[in-house]
């Protein structure tokens, strides 16, 4: 068996009776159980998992098996799933068992997938290393001196090892794009609205977004095609319906070759060592495959770090308040009185990074500091959005780095907090925006990989996807794999 | 930039640190304000707020009780109950 | 030095739907505690809050019914504070953006003055849980069935002048929302929350004194007496040459005062900002129209009809309007009664003393409107006497039968045959020659007499009005023949 197989080639071998599901179930726990020191799960859902999967063995012989029935996943730990912990790689939930499914995880069940287990995670998704989880930090496969980044470190680092086929993830600012750069594998955000965010424990919520890793761009469509869609019980998820996402894993995800113009945005080349050459090359693929290059500017891209921390620690800080050691979760040991509890509670169970954009949101969103801060944000997003919006005008999608550079190493950043927030630097801009963007490897530094971005208008997955097939029909970057036990 | 009263805020969002995170969090804080505070030099003058992304409209639910509350399994995870009600250490009002 | 009290209303009404404002779980009063709390309510990591279509269109019947503004875009905000019995450690609200602007609201003291008090705005929110602090020792229990119970705040200028008519203020709040059937207004289960703006200046000041503010007064007779307390409370530190402190206190009803709250001592800084769970809510004109066309008749406007249509008096009018169950049963009765004034005297009589006595609501009246329009019909037209019609109504009460059947078994049918009736009055004139000498000598008392011994023969059911006739034809009759 392939370790590296996508589910295409999985849902075929299950299909042609090269394995059932239960033995395919067995191989990636049996991976997961020999690479476990990297960390990349909080919890292995080994008892579920083995009963799912005997269950899609049956649909396969009652011939009921659909896309992903018997496909093996895993989920960010900031999921919600009955009966398996949720912790989002806090201490504060480190025993807590949602009483029910994320809309996401209900979908994908539907659809027949076995998941696995949850994956390691910056706390509450606020980080860009993996180094801020209660859990310890998910490892980088290709080198586990280094971060596997955030937040959905567990996620990229875990199919990147083939632990999992695919595997879901947030982005708020990067959290999604940012790991599966650094961990050389593909991961979509996409557009605000187009999946669900019911029973995902929100960061910042007009921002969260879910999305899928995996190694090619069909299997990223198949995945979100399950995923998203309508959910009366999210006020902001889009009613929007495309046919082409319901049918993509029946029709199969065809390269695009429209010649499509792609805009190259002047700010994000403009200091960018590491990658460069490997950028330029991804361009001149695109360029040798029928697209046209063009040069834009993203006036505002230097608003969009400032912007973003109001806007995410705002929205951070009271998401969190619910966490509070009253109705659910983690309480201090024999608090004297409410406030007590409340202090020690939330201080005992919340890491560092999380306090500090707790800090700073309510710093942001208290009287007198309002206007300078919150609002001024709001304001610099809509800017933001706008140098995108103009630039649709002209080109089809925008190509550009995902990261300043390749993997950093563990602790090299964790002292300092304002660099740590610049790495987002290149993803931040697209979700400020609500844009659905994809970072897709496409080369290697110091054998590590590089990961460049495809952002598109809103609600373009599709060409997202298919310009991702396309590049990854002429290149074979997705197709390099890290050694792993 | 305008002096962070760190303990203001840890009331506001019920957090207690000790005094080496509090020096620690003040100087984390002062840096972050610091590079936020770059968006005050950038002109947003008749910029209108984007609150969401998307600038939709609220969608209404119908009224029906669709909800079939089960106490038990939600206060499974609850660290203090007692006859069905959530315990927190005497509230004075 | 005379003072003038200044007070303001924040109204609390809780509306009637059938789900919470942004959740499918059932708000009804009572329930278990806990068993009416989903994750939606009890703030469980990643659920999400969607808007009850039911509350928006209550928020804007209530707003048409004070002529008030409808913003066809309003916005919820996150009000920021912890405590336990509000689970998400923010209650949604509305700040800047609410869909009720600007009205009005008439209202009138016993002395027949009217006064027109501003409303500045109303708002939907999420209710927040019950704290029960006595349940267990050191320990308070919170029940969070009433998270997320749709409220409409209503906010009044500081309109008001006297604790009177703060009352009459929130009794026409009371009228006007059962009118609308946006709610229960049951003040005992909470439905009708008050919170009082209260501040006092010299008469004749411009400027407003220091406010404090009364919280969660819940009936009318409260809310008049924590603010006429309250008022002199402030007048007292005022005039021993104090200032009042700006504070938010609790009225408490057994002693009979207002104290100072500590836990709201640190939540002087919500952090409002907008929801970002929650999008703009955009109503349409047709939308607004549609709502303004279901409007029922209000409150003012039936208590206008009824005294200028039904010639009844102000009085009368007001008490039969305020409460819509008592006008709507009372013009049930009208259409068959077709008398209003004896109509108004019934209800207002004894169909409001026998619901007091057995403890009933005007929906619960076991005596249909139909049947005590027949009985009042019955006696209009002279079938029985408005005596024996006490009778029929007890027996209508304990559903003996219709009015008709009741007459006939219990055989109180009034008699009007004259010719009986004359010879049952020669036989007493024969039998009480001392009385018919008395009244000839000019005692005209004695007439009573003679009434009473009739309607004892009749077993009461004699005209009343026709005997009266009878009698003094009959007394007269004799006293010329002997002149």
């Given at each position: 068996m392939n370790e590296f197989a996508t589910i295409g080639e999985l849902a075929r071998g299950l299909r042609q009776g090269d394995y059932s599901s239960v033995e395919l179930i067995r191989h990636y726990l049996a991976r997961i159980d020999a690479n476990s020191t990297l960390n990349t799960f909080i919890t292995v859902a080994e008892d579920e998992a083995l009963n799912a999967a005997a269950s899609a063995d049956q649909a396969f012989e009652r011939g009921e098996a659909g896309p992903l029935t018997g496909i093996p996943l895993a989920h960010k730990d900031i999921f919600c799933t009955q009966g398996i912990a949720t912790t989002c790689g806090s201490r504060i939930l480190e025993n807590w068992i949602a009483p029910y499914d994320a809309t996401v995880v209900d979908r994908l069940a539907h659809a027949g997938a076995?998941?696995?287990?949850?994956?390691?995670?910056?706390?509450?998704?606020?980080?860009?290393?993996?180094?801020?989880?209660?859990?310890?930090?998910?490892?980088?496969?290709?080198?586990?001196?280094?971060?596997?980044?955030?937040s959905?470190?567990?996620?990229?680092?875990?199919?990147?090892?083939?632990?999992?086929?695919?595997?879901?993830?947030?982005?708020?600012?990067?959290?999604?794009?940012?790991?599966?750069?650094f961990c050389?594998?593909?991961?979509?955000?996409?557009?605000?609205?187009?999946?669900?965010?019911?029973?995902?424990?929100?960061?910042?919520?007009?921002l969260d977004q879910a999305g899928v890793f995996?190694?090619?761009?069909?299997?990223?469509?198949?995945?979100?095609s399950i995923m998203s869609g309508f959910d009366p019980r999210d006020s902001t998820s889009s009613d929007r319906a495309d046919s082409w996402l319901t049918g993509v894993s029946e029709s199969g995800l065809k390269p695009n070759d429209e010649g499509l113009t792609i805009g190259l945005p002047s700010e994000y080349f403009k200091d960018l060592n590491e990658g460069a050459t490997l950028l330029q090359a991804a361009a001149k693929e695109f360029e040798n495959a029928g697209c046209r290059l063009t040069q834009i500017s993203l006036p505002h891209t230097d608003a969009a770090i400032p912007a973003y921390y109001i806007i995410a620690g705002a929205e951070a800080s009271t998401n969190l308040a619910r966490y509070d050691g009253v109705h659910f979760g983690y309480r201090c040991e024999n608090p004297k009185s409410l406030e007590d509890l409340y202090q020690r509670s939330r201080s005992e169970g919340f890491g560092i990074e999380v306090k500090r954009r707790i800090l700073t949101g309510t710093y942001a969103l208290s009287v007198g500091y309002f206007d300078a801060y919150y609002l001024k944000a709001q304001k610099l997003r809509r800017l933001i959005q706008q140098d995108f919006l103009s630039a649709f005008e002209e080109v089809d999608l925008i190509l550009a780095p995902t990261t300043p550079g390749v993997a950093f190493h563990t602790g090299d950043l964790t002292d300092d907090p304002v660099a740590m927030y610049q790495q987002d630097i290149f993803t931040i801009p697209a979700s400020l925006a609500g844009l659905p963007a994809l970072s897709l490897p496409c080369g290697f530094t110091g054998g590590l990989p590089i990961g460049m971005q495809l952002i598109g208008p809103h609600f373009s997955e599709r060409r997202l996807l298919e310009t991702s097939a396309l590049y990854q029909q002429n290149t074979d970057w997705h197709q390099r794999h890290p050694e792993v036990a | 930039m305008a002096d962070i009263d760190i303990k203001h805020l840890c009331r506001l969002a019920q957090l207690a640190l000790n005094e080496t995170e509090h020096q620690a969090v003040r100087a984390d804080l002062e840096r972050i304000i610091a590079m936020v505070d770059q968006m005050q030099a950038m002109d947003t003058e008749d910029v209108e707020p984007l609150a969401h992304p998307l600038e939709a409209d609220q969608r209404l639910r119908p009224d029906e009780i669709t909800e079939v509350v089960d106490r038990d399994r939600y206060q499974r995870g609850a660290p203090a109950t007692r006859d069905g009600l959530y315990l927190v250490p005497r509230v004075v009002e | 030095m005379q003072w003038e009290p200044v007070i303001g209303l924040e109204v609390h009404v809780q509306l009637a739907t059938k789900s919470k404002i942004f959740s499918g779980a059932s708000p009804a009063f009572g329930g278990a505690p806990n068993a009416q709390a989903c994750p939606v309510d009890l703030g469980l990591p990643g659920v999400l809050p969607v808007l009850n279509a039911e509350a928006v269109r209550m928020a804007v019947m209530f707003g048409l019914a004070i002529n008030a503004t409808i913003y066809p875009y309003s916005i919820f905000d996150r009000k920021n504070y912890f405590y336990p019995d509000l689970p998400k450690g923010y209650q949604i609200s509305q700040f800047d953006h609410p869909i009720v602007g600007p009205g009005t609201l008439t209202i009138q003291m016993e002395n027949g003055d009217t006064h027109i008090i501003r409303i500045t705005r109303a708002h939907l929110e999420e209710d927040a849980g019950k704290s029960l602090h006595t349940a267990y020792a050191g320990m308070t229990g919170i029940d969070l069935n009433r998270t997320g119970t749709p409220l409409l705040e209503v906010v009044s200028e500081p309109d008001l002048r006297s604790p009177a008519q703060a009352v009459a203020y929130f009794k026409q709040l009371h009228a006007l929302v059962r009118y609308l059937k946006i709610c229960d207004g049951n003040l005992a289960e909470g439905s009708m929350r008050c919170d009082a703006n209260v501040s006092v200046?010299?008469?004749?000041?411009?400027?407003?004194?220091?406010?404090?503010?009364?919280?969660?007064?819940?009936?009318?007779?409260?809310?008049?007496?924590?603010?006429?307390?309250?008022?002199?409370?402030?007048?007292?530190?005022?005039?021993?040459?104090?200032?009042?402190?700006?504070?938010?206190?609790?009225?408490?009803?057994?002693?009979?005062?207002?104290?100072?709250?500590?836990?709201?001592?640190?939540?002087?800084?919500?952090?409002?900002?907008?929801?970002?769970?929650?999008?703009?809510?955009?109503?349409?004109?047709e939308f607004i129209a549609a709502v303004k066309a279901s409007l029922p008749e209000l409150p003012q406007a039936r208590k206008a009809r009824f005294t200028t249509e039904l010639k009844l008096s102000d009085y009368d009018a007001a008490w039969l309007t305020n409460d819509p169950a008592v006008a709507d049963y009372f013009e049930a009765v009208l259409a068959t009664a077709h008398d209003a004034k004896l109509t108004a005297n019934w209800i207002m009589g004894d169909a409001s003393a026998a619901l007091h006595r057995d403890d009933l609501e005007w929906t619960d009246c076991p005596v249909p409107a139909t049947e005590?329009?027949?009985?009042?019909?019955?006696?209009?037209?002279?079938?029985?006497?408005?005596?024996?019609?006490?009778?029929?109504?007890?027996?209508?009460?304990?559903?003996?039968?219709?009015?008709?059947?009741?007459?006939?078994?219990?055989?109180?049918?009034?008699?009007?045959?004259?010719?009986?009736?004359?010879?049952?009055?020669?036989?007493?004139?024969?039998?009480?020659?001392?009385?018919?000498?008395?009244?000839?000598?000019?005692?005209?008392?004695?007439?009573?007499?003679?009434?009473?011994?009739?309607?004892?023969?009749?077993?009461?059911?004699?005209?009343?009005?026709q005997v009266n006739e009878l009698l003094?034809?009959?007394?007269?009759?004799?006293?010329?023949?002997?002149?």
């Open positions: 076995v998941l696995l287990g949850k994956t390691n995670m910056d706390e509450f998704a606020m980080g860009s290393s993996n180094e801020n989880s209660y859990f310890g930090a998910a490892l980088n496969p290709w080198d586990s001196s280094r971060v596997p980044g955030g959905s470190g567990g996620s990229a680092a875990a199919v990147a090892a083939g632990l999992t086929p695919v595997a879901t993830g947030t982005d708020t600012g990067g959290s999604i794009r940012q790991p599966a750069a050389g594998v593909a991961g979509i955000k996409p557009t605000y609205g187009r999946v669900s965010r019911y029973g995902m424990a929100a960061f910042a919520s007009s995996g190694h090619d761009a069909q299997d990223l469509a198949v995945v979100l | - | 200046r010299p008469l004749g000041a411009t400027e407003l004194g220091e406010r404090s503010e009364i919280k969660n007064i819940n009936s009318f007779r409260f809310v008049e007496k924590a603010i006429q307390f309250e008022i002199e409370r402030q007048i007292d530190i005022l005039e021993s040459g104090g200032k009042v402190k700006r504070d938010t206190r609790l009225y408490d009803s057994e002693r009979n005062e207002t104290r100072s709250m500590r836990s709201k001592e640190l939540s002087d800084d919500y952090r409002y900002f907008p929801d970002p769970d929650l999008l703009p809510v955009r109503l349409t004109l005590l329009g027949q009985l009042i019909a019955r006696i209009n037209d002279n079938t029985i006497s408005s005596k024996l019609a006490k009778t029929v109504f007890e027996a209508l009460w304990t559903k003996e039968g219709t009015v008709d059947e009741i007459i006939d078994a219990r055989g109180l049918r009034q008699l009007s045959d004259s010719g009986a009736l004359r010879g049952i009055i020669e036989k007493i004139m024969m039998d009480n020659p001392d009385q018919v000498a008395q009244y000839r000598a000019g005692k005209d008392r004695v007439l009573g007499f003679f009434v009473g011994q009739v309607m004892k023969a009749t077993q009461g059911k004699a005209n009343p009005g003094l034809d009959s007394l007269k009759r004799e006293k010329g023949s002997e002149e």
